[in-house]
């Protein structure tokens, strides 16, 4: 008897842990096949508009803001204040790859939707995020060390006719030698913001798309005022880099209206793709993951190298204690700001 209640217990026990796993798995896998749905679908539409036009106008003033202030003596590129501001939008950029993007890259490629092999035995997120910074660097210091060499081969000339052409060389060296030493330094600035803004176009796209695809209004209505002043800021950091490219005014244009009108876009595909989007699928998952990943990879290289770096190394900084003090305040000040309003987003 007690031989046949041991089988007896076993045998049931089995049964039971068959009858909740099953359903368990059942339901994981129906939740990874299913998509966002909610009977308010009218409202969802109409909060959507709604955010394409806030998120559009918050990018659009953000992104001007720094050509607009430049304008302002007291917030000049060369006064102090404006150190404080570019501190503040690196910390902006800073946590933007931390924190919202980089995890966002970790859920989608860790999500259970996804086969354990290999995605889930690898850190994928980290590991494409290492090779896009990598990435970053390499084409900055390539581009950089092209456009440098150039300069060396042109300038060579100009010592060959050194003694021919003695008096027209000191009539125009001064100012030649110091556009020749200027320009290496500016075109650094232009590959700057231009991978700068490729990283944030990409994070933009995407959650733009995710926005746009949402079918609850009670996922929308905190996004709309979240990413309204995520777009606003994050348009603060780039404009200050374009600004200080000293682009001709075309390309000014053309990279502040991509910026402005890159999450409404992702909104707008969102919006049409939203009947046959599923952001649970493999597919999906292993597309936004990568892409997410690559893009914070960009944004925390950039705001730690190129922006932090730059200007905390600059000698009116460090020669100045209190503007030192201010910037690394403000600094603190943009990464916590930006790092509550992922938890709002969130609520």
């Known amino acids: 008897m007690t031989k046949f209640q041991s089988l007896s217990s076993k045998f049931l026990a089995t049964i039971s842990l068959i009858l909740l796993v099953g359903p368990i798995s059942v339901s994981s896998?129906?939740?990874?096949?299913?998509?966002?749905?909610?009977?308010?679908?009218?409202?969802?539409?109409?909060?959507?508009?709604?955010?394409?036009?806030?998120?559009?106008?918050?990018?659009?003033?953000?992104?001007?803001?720094?050509f607009l202030i430049k304008k302002i003596p007291f917030l000049h590129p060369e006064k102090g204040a404006y150190f404080l501001i570019k501190a503040f939008a690196a910390g902006v950029i800073l946590a933007t790859g931390f924190i919202h993007v980089l995890p966002d890259a970790y859920e989608s490629l860790r999500s259970p939707c996804l086969s354990q092999n290999p995605w889930g035995k690898f850190p994928f997120a980290g590991f494409v995020a290492m090779l896009s910074a990598i990435g970053t660097l390499m084409m900055e210091a390539f581009a950089t060390g092209y456009q440098k060499r150039s300069e060396l081969r042109k300038a060579q000339p100009l010592d060959a006719n050194e003694g021919s052409d003695h008096e027209h060389a000191d009539h125009h060296g001064a100012g030649f030698v110091l556009e020749r030493l200027d320009s290496p330094q500016l075109i650094r600035q232009r590959i700057i913001s231009q991978i700068l803004e490729l990283g944030i176009l990409v994070h933009s796209v995407i959650i733009g798309v995710s926005l746009g695809a949402s079918g609850s209004p009670k996922t929308i209505k905190p996004l709309i005022t979240a990413l309204s002043f995520h777009q606003f800021f994050e348009g603060m950091g780039l404009g200050g880099c374009i600004s200080?490219?000293?682009?001709?005014?075309?390309?000014?244009?053309?990279?502040?209206?991509?910026?402005?009108?890159?999450?409404?876009?992702?909104?707008?595909?969102?919006?049409?793709?939203?009947?046959?989007?599923?952001?649970?699928?493999?597919?999906?998952?292993?597309?936004?993951?990568?892409?997410?990943?690559?893009?914070?990879?960009?944004?925390?290289?950039?705001?730690?190298?190129?922006?932090?770096?730059?200007?905390?190394?600059?000698?009116?900084?460090?020669?100045?204690?209190?503007?030192?003090?201010?910037?690394?305040?403000?600094?603190?000040?943009?990464?916590?700001?930006?790092?509550?309003?992922?938890?709002w987003g969130e609520s």
């Open 29 to 66: 896998k129906r939740k990874c096949e299913s998509k966002e749905e909610d009977p308010k679908t009218s409202d969802a539409l109409k909060y959507k508009l709604i955010g394409m036009a806030a998120i559009l106008l918050a990018s659009a003033l953000g992104v001007c803001l720094p």
């Open 244 to 343: 200080q490219a000293k682009f001709n005014c075309q390309t000014v244009t053309i990279m502040v209206v991509f910026f402005s009108l890159t999450t409404p876009t992702g909104v707008a595909v969102g919006i049409g793709i939203s009947n046959i989007y599923n952001k649970n699928s493999p597919t999906a998952l292993i597309v936004q993951g990568s892409l997410l990943a690559a893009s914070a990879g960009i944004l925390i290289y950039m705001a730690l190298v190129d922006l932090l770096a730059a200007d905390f190394m600059n000698p009116k900084m460090l020669s100045n204690f209190r503007l030192q003090l201010g910037a690394n305040f403000a600094l603190l000040l943009g990464a916590c700001f930006m790092s509550l309003l992922a938890r």
